[in-house]
């Protein structure tokens, strides 16, 4: 049974760990023999621990910022390949009772406009996702027992495998909602949930309280201790990550590595995702308001310092950030992002006024999802829409065994191949067709394993000349 006076987050996020962890790097940030030790250590590509991570972090050499970002680009390649997966969010209701004072939800701000999907709207925003080529979604709520229920949840949840509208479908639907019971994560596992997702906003648990004032969320344990909740529940695949901008940067990445070590080292498997938002503005909220506003150059040097030290999970960045930085940071790391994104609630159906605001942040990339694949096209990558692991069990430690052996290449590069194919049969343009289709020419060349080379091969031209769509790699 769960306390909500535990101790057990301050034990794995240590307060004076991190402390003590910052002043060891302050104290050897110009040790170059200590230094080389770490990054011949991070060559290995199995991983760093937080002190080491951020002993490179405040390293002054420039020449160590510049094998870190080179190490990233490698790792990311070895482990994932030049594949990009893609998904959107789906913005269910922005009810919430929470204070927070970053979040244009907080339950003080009359003037956003309050409102909660019904099944029918959520109907016409799955449609309107379909018809984009999405196969994904993160559903986000903010939180409110009355408005937004776990019932609804699992009805909405429900609803959205249910919908096949032309060539469209949901795969999977990861969610983003705020801290529950263990009884209540079994109930999303029943319901076939892709990853939890939960971000910490801040590990410091001084700030956390003060920014978070009044309501469920303000407790820092309950909130900080979800992701052990939802891994017993049977919830292998989670997702972290903080809110940079609202606590040091320094402070945050060692606590983030800290809450990874915990997972991996309670469940034998580490975060399946780590996200890097930004805070941005929002309808009530500035970013200057916050003193630890982060400017993109240390933004990049993090995102390349996660890559390095978590190796083999997964990192997603949104379209709150600019097309220049998500391009920096797919080359250091990131492997997930958003595209064709509406952060409002019933924004895919219906653009919305700029007096009638139900957003939770600005975006900063307002491409559409075609825009997107056409991009990443043109940047070398694989547009992946693929969900195969989730349908033929490869989650969790199942997941992290392929990919730490180098295996998982074998599933989903040609995954990725075939859901690209599919994209450009169903939604594709002219131009589309004509970047995909030298890209997966040439990319089903650099399938490791023979047979499934020749698997691929023949679904893809299975799929051009009849429509089978199946992919179980």
Known sequence: MYKVDSKIAEEFINHQEILDTLDYAEENKNNKELLDDVLEKAKKEKGLGHREAALLLLAEDKHYQEEIYKLAKKIKEDHYGNRIVLFAPLYLSNYCINGCVYCPYHAKNKSIRRKKLTQEEIRNEVIALQDMGHKRLALELGEDPVNNTMEYIL????????????????????????????????????????????????????????????????????????????????????????????????????????????????????????????????????????????????????IALIRVSVPYTGMIISTRESQKVRERALELGVSQISGGSRTSVGGYVEEEKEEDNSAQFDVADHRTLEEVIDWLIELGYIPSFCTACYREGRTGDRFMQLCKSGQILNCCQPNALMTLKEYMLDYGNEKTRELSEDLIASELEKIPNEIVKKKAKEYIYEMEKVGKRDFRF
Do not use: C, W
Request: glycine share 8%; proline share 4%.
């Open 155 to 302: 009805e909405s949840i429900k609803t959205i495998y249910s919908i096949k509208h032309e060539n469209g479908q949901i795969r999977r639907v990861n969610i983003n909602i705020a801290a529950t019971t263990v009884e209540n994560y079994k109930k999303l596992k029943d319901a076939e949930i892709g990853t939890y997702i939960l971000f910490q906003e801040t590990y410091n648990k001084k700030s956390y309280e003060e920014l978070h004032p009044t309501g469920p969320k303000h407790n820092y344990a309950y909130h900080t201790e979800a992701m052990d909740r939802a891994m017993e529940a049977g919830i292998d695949d989670v997702g972290i990550g903080v809110l940079f901008g609202l606590e040091t940067y320094k402070y945050e990445l060692v606590g983030l590595l800290m809450h990874a070590e915990h997972l991996e080292a309670r469940f034998g498997v580490g975060p399946h995702t780590i996200s890097v938002p930004r805070i941005q503005p929002a309808d009530d909220i500035d970013p200057g308001d916050f003193k630890n506003e982060l400017a993109d150059d240390i933004f990049e040097k993090l």
